[in-house]
C-alpha cells in the first residue's frame, strides 16, 4: 500500500484528499523527492528499474535517510552512495566512464551501500543510510548484468563492504544506472 502511495503519484483533486495522502507521504517517508534544503532531513527513497534510477532529488538536506526500492523483476540492485572529494569538479556521467582502477579511487568515500532483490525495499549492506556529510555524492550501480540476484545478495552480505565477486556480464553503471544527488549542510 505504501509502494502504491509513492508511486502512482496521484493527482489531487480535493484539498482534503491532498492533506491525507501529504500525511500518509510524510509518515512512510516517501514524497520527500520535492524536498529543498529549508526542509528537514527525512527519508528520501529512490527506485531501482533495469537499469537506472528513478525518483532521485536533485538535492537534500544533511541527515536525510536514503532509501531505495527495487522495482525490477528480473535484477538485483543496489545504490553505492560515494560522496565525491569537494575538488571533484566532473559530472558523475563522466565519471563513471573512467577504467574501473580510476573509479575504484572513489571507493573510500563510500557512505553507504544499499542492496535489495527483485522487488524489495534496499538494506544497508555498508555505513548507515544516513547521508550525514554535505557534499556531492555519486549514486551507482555496479551489480554485473544478470548476475543471479540472491547469488548477489548473499555474497554482498559475507563481504562486510567490500565488492562481491559474482559471475555475470558489465555492472549496471555500463547500462546508465547512476545518479547524482547533493546533499546540503
Ligand atoms: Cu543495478
Do not use: K, W
Not at 495522502?21 to 524536498?35: I, R
Not at 545504490?79 to 569538479?89: F, M
Not at 545478495?153 to 545518479?179: D, N, Q
Amino acid at each position: 500500500m505504501f509502494t502504491e502511495i509513492c508511486h502512482s503519484r496521484p493527482i489531487r483533486t480535493s484539498v482534503a484528499a491532498g492533506a491525507a495522502l501529504a500525511a500518509a507521504a510524510a509518515l512512510t517517508g516517501c514524497g520527500s523527492d520535492d524536498a529543498d534544503a529549508d526542509d528537514p532531513p527525512g527519508t528520501v527513497e529512490i527506485a531501482a528499474i533495469d537499469y537506472a534510477y528513478v525518483d532521485v532529488p536533485e538535492s537534500v538536506p544533511a541527515g536525510t535517510t536514503l532509501a531505495m526500492r527495487n522495482d525490477s523483476d528480473v535484477e538485483a540492485h543496489e545504490v553505492v552512495a560515494i560522496r565525491l572529494p569537494d575538488d571533484e569538479s566532473r559530472s558523475v556521467a563522466e565519471l563513471v566512464q573512467l577504467p574501473p582502477q580510476e573509479l575504484g579511487a572513489f571507493f573510500p568515500g563510500v557512505a553507504t551501500v544499499l542492496v535489495a532483490g527483485p522487488g524489495d525495499a534496499g538494506v544497508a549492506v555498508e555505513g548507515t543510510d544516513v547521508l550525514s556529510e554535505p557534499g556531492r555524492y555519486a549514486l551507482i550501480c555496479v551489480i554485473p548484468t544478470g548476475a543471479d540476484p540472491a547469488e548477489y545478495l548473499a555474497a554482498a552480505a559475507a563481504a562486510e563492504g567490500g565488492p562481491p565477486e559474482v559471475a555475470g556480464g558489465p555492472p549496471h553503471i555500463v547500462e546508465g544506472m547512476f545518479a547524482e544527488l547533493r546533499v546540503t549542510g
